[in-house]
């Protein structure tokens, strides 16, 4: 059984989503919430498997409610509007259902959250490890593009007002986020914020000299200034790995 939430705050799409829902016998309709709030404590109480998440809801949208899940089910957004497809898609979702929502495409939708669920179950112990790791790069919105970003590809982050610069190897990405936002997508133990300005790749750092942290940039030092307010932690890390 695959055990489904539906979060819409139209009392009408959630009995469209109902009815289609009781067609399926694999689908178990777990609960029916009205806003991210009520969906945030089905997730804390019940194992959810597939979440139907509505983006225009008051409060909080489902795009927003679906940044704060640290470990989220599967997701399909359901929504009026087409100028969300591109953000849903960044966030991972599964798939992206147009309302009014016809049984053919949701039976589409649905297939495929049934395949993708089979093969999570299907894994290794290694592979499920794997995947609990988490992918090992991001894509970003640059250029009115999602450009893939490897983390192995990173130096560091500089952020600039509104925008961030991920410098890499032979090559810059511009993207138009906060530094936080980004660094709450990064792998802890690769990444350190060393600076308000600036977060480093720990596998790309030559040497730390007083204040600074330095990585080799084209071929070139470039030094990195390292806070106060980032200094101990920075160095803690260090000490751990020092011989």
Do not use: W
Not at 23 to 38: G, H, Q, T, Y
Not at 195 to 202: F, K
Request: charged share 30%; proline share 4%.
């Amino acid at each position: 059984m695959i055990n489904v939430i539906i979060v819409d705050d139209e009392p009408l799409a959630q009995d469209v989503l109902e009815t289609y829902i009781e067609k399926v016998p694999e689908l178990n309709l777990v609960k029916k919430c009205s806003n991210a709030f009520e969906a945030n404590e089905a997730l804390k109480m019940h194992e959810i498997d597939l979440m139907f998440l509505d983006i225009q809801m008051p409060q909080l949208t489902g795009i927003d409610f679906l940044k704060t899940l640290v470990k989220p089910p599967l997701v399909i957004f359901t929504t009026a509007y087409s100028n969300y497809a591109l953000e849903g898609f960044e966030l991972n979702a599964l798939d992206y259902l147009l309302k009014p929502i016809s049984l053919e495409r949701f039976m589409k939708a649905v297939n495929r959250a049934t395949e993708h669920l089979e093969l999570q179950r299907k894994e290794t112990p290694a592979a499920a490890t794997l995947e609990e790791t988490g992918p090992d790069y991001i894509f970003v919105k640059a250029d009115k593009k999602l450009v893939k970003v490897n983390f192995e590809d990173i130096l560091y982050i500089e952020g600039l007002k509104d925008y961030v610069i991920i410098r890499l190897e032979n090559n810059r990405v511009i993207t138009l986020q906060t530094m936080k936002s980004l660094e709450d997508k990064l792998p802890l133990g690769t990444f350190r914020r060393i600076h308000r300005s600036y977060i480093v790749n720990i596998n790309k750092i030559n040497a730390i000299v007083g204040n600074m942290v330095e990585v080799m940039e084209k071929g070139q030092a470039k030094h990195l200034p390292v806070g106060k307010n980032y200094r101990d932690e920075l160095l803690d890390m260090i000490n751990k790995n020092r011989l």
